[in-house]
Protein backbone atom coordinates (compact mmCIF):
# COMPACT_ATOMS: atom_id res chain seq x y z
CA UNK A 1 0.00 0.00 0.00
CA UNK A 2 1.55 3.71 -1.17
CA UNK A 3 -0.20 6.85 0.05
CA UNK A 4 1.00 9.94 -1.42
CA UNK A 5 -0.09 12.77 -0.54
CA UNK A 6 0.25 16.47 -1.85
CA UNK A 7 -0.98 20.12 -2.27
CA UNK A 8 0.75 21.61 0.39
CA UNK A 9 2.83 25.18 0.49
CA UNK A 10 2.81 28.63 1.49
CA UNK A 11 -0.54 30.74 2.33
CA UNK A 12 -1.17 33.79 3.64
CA UNK A 13 -3.47 33.58 6.60
CA UNK A 14 -7.88 33.11 5.10
CA UNK A 15 -6.37 31.55 2.54
CA UNK A 16 -7.28 28.00 1.25
CA UNK A 17 -5.47 24.59 0.46
CA UNK A 18 -6.42 21.71 -0.98
CA UNK A 19 -4.44 19.03 -0.19
CA UNK A 20 -4.49 15.22 -1.80
CA UNK A 21 -3.92 11.91 -1.03
CA UNK A 22 -3.51 9.31 -3.53
CA UNK A 23 -3.71 5.43 -2.70
CA UNK A 24 -2.50 2.61 -4.56
CA UNK A 25 -2.53 -1.15 -3.51
CA UNK A 26 -5.99 -1.00 -1.91
CA UNK A 27 -9.45 0.26 -3.17
CA UNK A 28 -10.92 3.11 -0.84
CA UNK A 29 -14.30 1.34 -1.48
CA UNK A 30 -13.50 -0.50 1.53
CA UNK A 31 -10.66 1.18 3.79
CA UNK A 32 -11.12 3.98 5.94
CA UNK A 33 -8.36 7.03 5.51
CA UNK A 34 -7.89 9.78 7.50
CA UNK A 35 -5.47 13.45 7.89
CA UNK A 36 -3.43 13.73 10.56
CA UNK A 37 -1.18 16.75 10.88
CA UNK A 38 2.13 17.68 12.96
CA UNK A 39 3.26 21.15 14.10
CA UNK A 40 7.00 22.04 14.95
CA UNK A 41 7.41 20.79 18.67
CA UNK A 42 4.17 19.18 19.15
CA UNK A 43 3.00 15.36 19.04
CA UNK A 44 0.32 14.46 15.54
CA UNK A 45 -3.07 15.10 15.97
CA UNK A 46 -5.90 13.44 13.94
CA UNK A 47 -7.85 15.92 11.45
CA UNK A 48 -10.65 14.46 10.02
CA UNK A 49 -11.81 10.81 8.56
CA UNK A 50 -13.74 9.79 6.08
CA UNK A 51 -15.61 6.27 5.99
CA UNK A 52 -15.84 4.34 2.71
CA UNK A 53 -19.05 2.42 3.01
CA UNK A 54 -21.20 5.55 3.37
CA UNK A 55 -18.63 8.26 3.24
CA UNK A 56 -19.39 9.56 6.54
CA UNK A 57 -17.20 11.94 7.92
CA UNK A 58 -15.33 13.37 11.61
CA UNK A 59 -13.51 16.21 12.23
CA UNK A 60 -11.25 17.77 15.00
CA UNK A 61 -13.56 19.93 16.91
CA UNK A 62 -12.01 23.15 16.56
CA UNK A 63 -11.52 22.39 12.83
CA UNK A 64 -15.20 22.05 11.77
CA UNK A 65 -16.44 24.65 9.44
CA UNK A 66 -13.00 25.37 7.78
CA UNK A 67 -11.92 21.88 6.42
CA UNK A 68 -13.62 19.59 4.60
CA UNK A 69 -13.03 16.23 3.47
CA UNK A 70 -13.97 14.11 0.55
CA UNK A 71 -13.28 11.33 -1.38
CA UNK A 72 -13.06 10.39 -5.31
CA UNK A 73 -13.15 6.60 -5.53
CA UNK A 74 -12.81 6.93 -9.12
CA UNK A 75 -9.24 7.72 -8.57
CA UNK A 76 -8.50 6.63 -5.02
CA UNK A 77 -8.36 9.84 -3.73
CA UNK A 78 -8.93 11.58 -0.59
CA UNK A 79 -8.85 15.30 -0.21
CA UNK A 80 -8.72 17.80 2.55
CA UNK A 81 -9.88 20.93 1.58
CA UNK A 82 -8.82 23.92 3.84
CA UNK A 83 -10.15 27.39 4.05
CA UNK A 84 -9.54 30.49 6.39
CA UNK A 85 -6.33 29.29 7.12
CA UNK A 86 -4.54 30.01 10.32
CA UNK A 87 -0.85 30.45 11.59
CA UNK A 88 -1.66 28.21 14.11
CA UNK A 89 -2.74 25.12 10.87
CA UNK A 90 0.96 25.04 10.08
CA UNK A 91 2.12 22.06 10.29
CA UNK A 92 2.88 18.73 8.12
CA UNK A 93 -0.05 17.15 7.03
CA UNK A 94 -0.12 13.67 6.87
CA UNK A 95 -2.81 11.01 5.40
CA UNK A 96 -3.20 7.21 6.49
CA UNK A 97 -5.39 4.52 6.08
CA UNK A 98 -6.94 1.72 8.07
CA UNK A 99 -6.99 -1.60 7.04
CA UNK A 100 -8.87 -3.52 8.91
CA UNK A 101 -12.06 -1.61 10.56
CA UNK A 102 -14.70 0.74 8.70
CA UNK A 103 -15.22 3.06 11.59
CA UNK A 104 -13.86 6.65 11.24
CA UNK A 105 -11.23 7.10 13.90
CA UNK A 106 -8.51 9.99 14.58
CA UNK A 107 -6.23 7.58 17.04
CA UNK A 108 -3.03 7.05 14.82
CA UNK A 109 -2.65 4.51 16.17
CA UNK A 110 -5.21 2.02 14.44
CA UNK A 111 -3.68 2.93 11.28
CA UNK A 112 -1.85 0.77 9.17
CA UNK A 113 -0.27 2.77 6.18
CA UNK A 114 0.89 6.20 5.88
CA UNK A 115 1.91 9.34 3.50
CA UNK A 116 5.51 10.90 3.70
CA UNK A 117 3.54 14.21 4.52
CA UNK A 118 3.12 17.68 2.79
CA UNK A 119 4.06 20.82 4.18
CA UNK A 120 1.56 23.35 4.90
CA UNK A 121 2.64 26.66 6.50
CA UNK A 122 0.39 29.58 6.83
CA UNK A 123 2.12 32.86 7.24
CA UNK A 124 2.05 36.01 6.34
Known amino acids: VQLQASGGGLVQPEGSLRLSCAVS????????LAWFRQAPGKGREGVSC????????LYKDTLKGRFTISKDNSKNTVHLQMNSLKPEDTAVYFC??????????????????WGQGTQVTVSS
Open 50 to 57: IESDDGST
Open 96 to 113: AVKIIGLSCSLYDFEFDA
Open 25 to 32: GLTLDYHM
